[in-house]
């Protein structure tokens, strides 16, 4: 079966340094998403991305974080300036279309010191 | 806003007990509702989902769901639980003219053997 892949699966980083975060989503997928999980908390939805660019995003996605999808297969979530409280599990998730479920990869744990 | 409830945030079960995790979305339209689960070091993994139809919906694992519309509830059943159960289990919710998952806090079961 298909898998959406991440890499790396851990990522430390000290405080105030730029992270990329990378995803291969399932192949005919059209709808790519981020999502963080802070330890012992909730998935928290960051962005979604359609048609090479933002459909919706979160509060928590300000400025310090941006995607990508740079080459049609890759799928990638920059903070640029990291900060403690971004220290948390980053899944990636696609969908093929409107009526199909998310597919989630592994996840990057980011630990930002 | 929309948002998804579980009041259940830890549950401790015996092998064969049965199960039902609590989950509540508060929006009034039309909604895609679904329970992922998370085995310990591991992704979110799809459970079962309701798009339409039938509001008992089947999934793996014995796994069954049952969407009551007029209590805005959407409760994961399983007839006997097993100790391969021990998982987080996730509701989440997508609302009509959007492409977000709303997802709920999560609830913790652990099966003892």
């Known amino acids: 079966e298909p898998e959406v892949t991440q890499t790396p699966s851990h990522q430390v980083t000290q405080m105030g340094q730029e992270v990329i975060l990378r995803c291969v989503p399932i192949?005919?997928?059209?709808?790519f998403y981020w999502y963080r999980q802070i330890l012992g908390q909730k998935v928290e939805f960051l962005v979604s991305?359609?048609?090479?660019?933002?459909?919706?995003k979160s509060e928590i996605f300000d400025d310090q974080f941006s995607v990508e999808r740079p080459d049609g297969s890759n799928f990638t979530l920059k903070i640029r300036s990291t900060k403690l409280e971004d220290s948390a599990m980053y899944f990636c998730?696609?969908?093929?279309?409107?009526?199909?479920?998310?597919?989630f990869g592994n996840g990057t744990r980011l630990t930002v010191t | 806003a929309q948002s998804v409830s579980q009041h259940n945030h830890h549950v401790i079960l015996s092998e064969a007990a049965s199960l039902e995790l609590g989950c509540n979305y508060s929006?009034?339209?039309?909604?895609?509702l679904f329970w992922y689960v998370q085995y310990p070091g591991q992704h979110l993994q799809l459970l079962l989902k309701?798009?339409?139809?039938?509001?008992l919906v089947k999934g793996i694992k014995g796994f069954e769901a049952e969407f009551i519309k007029s209590k805005f509830s959407f409760n994961l059943r399983k007839p006997s639980v097993q100790w391969s159960d021990t998982a987080e289990y996730f509701c989440?919710?997508?609302?009509?003219?959007?492409?977000?998952?709303?997802f709920g806090t999560g609830t913790r079961l652990k099966v003892l053997a």
């Open positions: 989440a919710v997508k609302t009509s003219g959007t492409y977000k998952y709303i």
């Open positions: 192949s005919n997928h059209l709808y």
């Open positions: 929006y009034g339209g039309t909604v895609n």
């Open positions: 991305f359609y048609n090479n660019e933002i459909s919706e």
């Open positions: 309701y798009f339409s139809g039938d509001p």
């Open positions: 998730a696609s969908m093929g279309g409107g009526n199909s479920p998310l597919h």
